[in-house]
């Protein structure tokens, strides 16, 4: 195909008709008031040591054998990888993954996966199409000193139950 002055005249046109028919439809793109501060930000901390995680998954694993859950845990440091991880006996195998998964979109997106539950649950579907979202519960933040050094994600009971084990490993850091 040929490219001549007319069709490079012609596409220059479009292009500036187009962008500012856009730039015209630009505040009603915008749906809601912006905010200052960015939500959900929390500053990274050094990542979660060994021995922090082994303290972490204890606590979350007590609570789950208090009320006879069987969970698969795992403790992610701020990037989502893996830095501990056990299954307890008679833990759905399913929950190896999703305990993964559900560490790793706590320390990623450093928030509580129940976070994008409640924006699915408020209609807004859009959100599980980005990488890396969970929607949920059963996984959170681990702060340190208010920074964030990693994340916990718990599989195999209730949704709701994961996360009281996965809340009460993160208690074990201050």
């Known amino acids: 195909m040929r490219f001549n002055s007319f069709s490079g005249l012609a596409f220059t046109a479009m ?6 028919a856009f730039a015209a439809d630009a505040p009603e793109i915008i749906s809601q008031p912006v905010a200052e501060a960015a939500p959900f930000f929390v500053p990274y901390g050094m990542p979660i040591t060994l021995n922090e995680a082994k303290k972490v998954l204890g606590k979350a694993q007590s609570e789950a054998v208090k009320h006879g859950w069987h ?4 403790v992610v440091e701020p990037t989502g990888e893996l830095v501990m991880f056990e299954k307890m006996d008679d833990t759905q195998y399913a929950s190896i993954d999703i305990s993964l998964a559900k ?3 706590a320390a990623r997106f450093r928030r509580s996966i129940k976070a994008f539950f409640d924006v699915v649950k408020g ?3 859009g959100v599980i199409s980005y990488p890396g979202v969970v929607a949920g519960e059963g996984s959170f933040p ?10 916990i994600g718990c599989s195999g009971a209730a949704s709701n139950q994961d996360a009281v084990a996965a809340l009460a490993g993160t208690e074990e850091i201050k």
């Open 142 to 151: 681990i702060l340190k000193e208010g920074k964030l050094i990693g994340a």
């Open 123 to 125: 209609g807004n579907v």
């Open 71 to 74: 969970l698969a845990c795992a």
């Open 15 to 20: 292009a500036l008709c187009c962008s500012s």
């Open 103 to 105: 560490a790793k979109a």
